[in-house]
């Protein structure tokens, strides 16, 4: 029992300096992939924080190569009631840092995936450097872009997040700025100056908070293919109604202009799940219209449905291809979008009616006078 | 001197809090004296599944709907604009007129490009029709000019090619028209005639030497009036005129006329001027056009009723020229549901934003030191709007019931459509205007400022009581059209079939002495009082016009000089068409907290129908019943006030089409959102 639990505190270490609390992602190997110690672990952080009179900045970040690659899918897969609730601490967790009266600097130092977007992008601060690499990947997965993906990815500028979320293509952290899923760009070597200078704050001021990582910013260049200069074709192809109208535009767009951007596109998008591509593109197009809550609380309704694997297997047969076997080559059932029936998908997005499958409950936030940045995202 | 203090406080609080001087010494997490924004979703619980709750009332297509949301929302066109840290959409008003007629082209551009419009002209069936509808519903919640000018170019041009034209038009027309290849509108009204179309005064006629039809605007009467699209951008559009062959008038015809070249330039012998400016609409350029001598070919003629032959013979399968019109007529009706269900959600989009604003804005504490009381815990202002949350979900239900009457549509039920679409249109724009108003004031000054939508809707939409059938007129249509079915039942000896009317079969039913609560709120008896007032209004008004008629005066005059009871009989038809769809909506449930909920509703809607003034003027309820009536309706209001939140976030309108008051005012007023 010992062990575990220290187990469980050696996975996210933890130093107070001042008025800030230093929170670091610590299973490097596994590139920081969010365990369910390592979720309850946070939430039990985040949530005696908010009560503490002395934390008033939590600062998150991860050790080695990754601030965090993503949750533990494999360990998920094996039990499908325990992932249910895994993710349901997970998105609980999104939620009490969407809705945070403090304010969390992420430092995305590394690759920033699924679950490890999910842990800091609801943060007021997201620092990108020169190594970040940000990605959605789950469509190919079997799965789609939770962690509360459908409330972030669909503010991003026009349809640049149902490009993202859709093919899960790879952003650096030039992109990430320039979209606004990074709020700042320091260059890693900045990093420990940074970090020093975080650890003196004694507020929770946004403006201060800010100023301070401003010092340290600098404006990086889009590299000149970035996807970042295509969202005219983004826009008029990720607009579409249906995926299959996008794959049938891009492949419009392709007959005018050969573009290995656009085929490579094509590919992903052929390659993906069928079922995860209908229900990502569903959720993202909900979540553009809803608040952070309600775009959890859909998510984990479809997440359950996914667990469940009554509607659909291709989240334990991507798991398979991908993380298990690693053969690369998943079998997709159905394997067609044409064979996906809009009524299979309403399923998806409706309430479980079995009584162990709740919906999710989110944590209290009346007590709290929340800042406006958060009112605004309810 | 409590208060005194009190204020001091309060004053000093401000004062404290305002300095400019230096925002980061002001702890910003600590509390203070000032008042907070509370969110209402943080406070109030949903008893029921709102997702649910929005398929019931939307009804159809709410997938596409989040689609079109989400384009609008995507895009700069639609004039996005952060105000407390939340994007809102919403036309620039304060531009130009010229400006805001080129943006709303511009939005008809973009979405076009985007697919939204696909099939809409060139498939067939209920699916693309319903699609259609729930796409204005969308586009009105945004804004009526962008909704008026897809109405001209798609329901009324297109309509009218549709359903006067044949084939060859079909072919020539659809797809250019659904992807604005050609830009269209429809010139049926004149200066000097709008309802009454078969008095237009432009005149046609046909020159046989040369196969062509020859307009002509004989007098300034006669000058096309409010033609949307006809000031700037129309191509094309259709010439409602009388057809004058070899001397005989043919009555009214529609002609394709093409009145601006492919550059925008208008073509010889047609003169056009602006309209102007107006109190709302200004995203339209409507015009107005004079035809000298104007020649289109002969198949500019619309022959689905009637055409001419190329040596200038007058050929018609329907010899009488009064039905001849009403075949022509019978096919705007498209115009006309579509306006009654989208007046149901501008009303949507103003209750929701006063409700959220009543949730959260506090007036008068009733003790010093207490805080103060929240608008919506006021029974008064509970009394103003949770009434027309009732009237919106019955009108939601009412609305569902059009649309599917109309795709449905056989030429049997095409009187039934004509009278319901005649009817709903009337109540549902006249309940909007009411609506709207409630709603500007129950938001005070908030409710004045064009950002916050309440109060500038009213402009935007107060026409929708005007065009495409003056509402009045479009009642006392709907009263005489159930005088004219009495008397066919009476002649016939045969009972009521169809509009509702087989109550009038039965006997008579009877209101208690004495009502109860239990008894006010029982479906039953809600529906026979509405029949009852129906039932009676109807025999009187039967009564009235054959006493005129005893007279002597003729049947026109009979029903000219019978106005106040047809009107009272149109009110008294609606009323009770629109209930009997939110109790047929009802029925469709199982059990369980969202049926209780719409159930109170549905006993809200009933009780208001009671309050009015018909039931005590002609005595079907009693002084005593009708204070009692009243009573329940306080009570009811009191029930509904815990799910006033989860019944307007069910209307499924995105924040984004709302309005800053409704979210976090204080922010986005705050001295930090000015821009210096």
Redesign the interface.
């Known amino acids: 029992m010992a062990s575990s639990v220290s187990s469980q505190q050696d996975q996210v270490l933890v130093e107070a300096h001042s008025s800030a609390r230093i929170l670091t992602l610590n299973r490097p190997k596994q590139l920081n992939a969010l365990s369910f110690q390592m979720i309850s672990r946070l939430l039990e952080l985040f949530f005696a924080y908010e009560e503490d009179p002395n934390v008033k900045l939590v600062i998150l970040k991860g050790k080695g190569r990754a601030f965090c690659a993503g949750g533990d899918v494999a360990a998920v897969v094996r039990d499908t009631r325990a992932g249910a609730n895994f993710f349901l601490k997970e998105y609980t967790l999104n939620y009490l840092m969407a809705t945070y ?2 304010p969390q600097v992420s430092i995305l130092n590394g690759i920033v995936m699924g679950g490890g977007a999910g842990a800091s992008l609801h943060g007021r601060f997201r620092v990108a450097t020169e190594n970040s690499v940000f990605a959605m990947p789950e469509t190919a997965l079997g799965l789609f872009p939770d962690v509360g993906a459908s409330y972030f990815l ?1 503010r991003l ?3 640049f997040g149902e490009y993202v979320g859709l093919t899960g293509s790879r952003l650096d952290g030039a992109e990430m700025l320039a979209c606004g899923l990074a709020t700042h760009f320091v260059p890693s070597a900045k990093l420990p100056m940074l970090e020093a200078a975080l650890y003196e704050v004694d ?6 908070i800010s100023s301070i990582i401003d010092q340290y910013c600098e404006q990086p260049s889009l590299k000149e293919q970035s996807v970042y200069n295509r969202l005219d074709v983004i ?2 192809c990720f ?3 249906t995926v299959e ?1 996008i794959l049938s535009t891009l492949e419009r767009e392709v007959v005018h202009q050969m573009d290995g951007w656009i085929s490579a596109t094509i590919q992903t998008l052929k390659k993906a799940s069928p079922t995860s591509l209908k229900i990502s593109l ?1 959720s993202i ?2 979540g ?4 952070v ?1 309600p775009c959890l609380v859909r998510e984990y309704r479809i997440v359950c449905h996914v667990m469940r694997g009554e509607l659909s297997k291709d989240f334990f047969e991507g798991c398979r291809a991908i993380l298990l076997d690693k053969d690369r080559n998943p079998k997709w059932e159905p394997s067609k979008l044409e064979l996906i029936a ?1 009524s299979t998908v309403d399923c998806y ?1 409706s ?1 479980v009616n079995i009584e162990e499958w709740e919906d999710l409950k989110l944590p ?3 007590k709290f ?5 958060v ?4 | 001197m409590d208060r005194a203090l009190q204020r001091t406080k309060i004053l000093t609080d401000h004062l404290f809090q305002s300095s400019p001087s230096s925002p980061a010494q002001t702890p910003s997490l600590s509390s203070n004296a000032c008042l907070n924004y509370s969110p209402p979703e943080l406070s109030e619980n949903y008893a029921f599944d709102i997702k649910h709750m929005r398929k019931l009332i939307d009804g159809h297509n709410v997938e596409e709907r989040d689609w079109l949301f989400g384009l609008m929302r995507q895009s700069k066109l639609f004039n996005p604009k952060v105000r407390g840290g939340k994007v809102f959409v919403s036309p620039d008003y304060n531009q130009s007129m010229e400006q805001q007629r080129e943006m709303t082209m511009k939005r008809i551009e973009y979405l076009l490009e985007r697919g939204v419009f696909r099939g809409w002209l060139t498939e067939i069936g209920e699916e693309v029709q319903m699609r259609k509808f729930a796409c204005f519903e969308v586009l009105s919640i945004y804004d009526h000019s962008i909704a008026t000018k897809l109405g001209v170019h798609f329901f009324l041009w297109g309509g009218a090619i549709q359903f006067f034209g044949t084939k060859h038009h079909h072919d020539k027309w659809l797809r250019d028209t659904e992807n604005f290849s050609i830009k269209c509108s429809f010139a049926m009204t004149e200066l000097g005639h709008g309802s009454n179309v078969r008095g237009v005064e432009t005149v046609t006629t046909y020159d046989s030497n040369t196969g062509e039809f020859v307009i002509n605007t004989p007098c300034e009467t006669a000058q096309k009036y409010w033609i949307g699209g006809a000031a700037n951008h129309a191509t094309h559009t259709i010439v409602f005129s009388q057809l004058n062959i070899n001397g005989t008038n043919q009555g009214v015809h529609a002609f394709i006329a093409q009145i601006r070249d492919a550059n925008g330039n208008i073509c010889p012998n047609i003169r056009i001027a602006d309209c102007g400016h107006k109190i709302g609409l200004n995203g339209v350029d409507n015009g107005r056009i004079w035809f000298d001598n104007f020649r289109v070919p002969r198949e500019n003629l619309l022959n689905s009723v009637a055409d001419v032959s190329p040596d200038g013979k007058y050929l018609s399968s329907i010899k009488d020229p009064d039905q001849r019109f009403a075949a022509f007529m019978a096919p705007l009706t498209v115009g006309r549901v579509n306006i009654a269900v989208s007046a149901v959600y501008q009303s949507k989009v103003g209750l929701a934003v006063a409700i959220r604003y009543a949730l959260t804005r506090r007036a008068f504490s009733l003790k010093p030191n207490e805080p103060e009381i929240l608008l919506l815990d006021y029974p008064s202002h509970q009394r103003r709007l949770l009434p027309l949350l009732a009237k919106i979900y019955a009108m939601s239900f009412a609305a569902n019931y059009l649309k599917m009457l109309y795709v449905k549509r056989t030429p049997q039920s095409n009187k039934t459509i004509h009278i319901v679409s005649s009817s709903f249109k009337a109540t549902f724009t006249w309940n909007n205007m009411q609506i709207l108003q409630e709603c500007r004031e129950a938001c005070g000054g908030q409710g004045l400022k064009t950002e916050n939508r309440v109060g500038h809707l009213k402009g935007e939409y107060d026409v929708q009581s005007t065009f495409e059938g003056d509402n009045n007129i479009l009642m006392q249509q709907v009263s005489k059209a159930l005088l004219a079915e009495y008397v066919a039942a009476q002649k016939r000896n045969k009972a009521f079939k169809g509009l509702g009317l087989e109550h009038m079969n039965k006997p008579c039913p009877i209101i208690p002495s004495q009502l109860t609560s239990t008894t006010l709120r029982c479906s039953q008896f809600q529906m026979d009082a509405l029949c009852l007032r129906e039932r009676d209004l109807l025999n009187l008004f039967v009564a009235d016009v054959s006493q005129y008629q005893a007279k002597g005066e003729s049947t026109e005059r009979a029903f000219i000089m019978s106005y106040q009871l047809a009107e009272d009989l149109g009110r008294a038809f609606s009323d009770r068409a629109i209930f009997q769809t939110f109790v047929e909506a009802e029925a469709t449930l199982a059990a369980g907290s969202l049926k209780d909920v719409l159930g109170m509703l549905r006993s809200l809607y009933a009780l208001i129908c009671l309050e009015d003034a018909a039931f005590l003027r002609y005595g079907y309820l009693s002084v005593g019943n009708a204070a009692t009536v009243r009573r329940e309706i306080t009570k009811i209001c009191s029930e509904l006030r815990p799910h006033a939140l989860a019944l307007v976030s069910s209307f499924g309108i995105p924040d984004t089409f709302l309005s800053p008051i409704a979210f976090n005012w204080i922010d986005a007023n705050s001295w930090s959102s000015v821009e210096h």
């Open positions: 009266i403090k669909s500028p026009g349809f507020s929770s001021d946004l403006v201060i826009d008029r607009s579409q109604k109208e569903r197009r909900e553009r219209l809803q608040g809550g809009d997005f309430k209290t936030r009346s006078n929340l800042p406006p940045y009112i605004a995202k309810l």
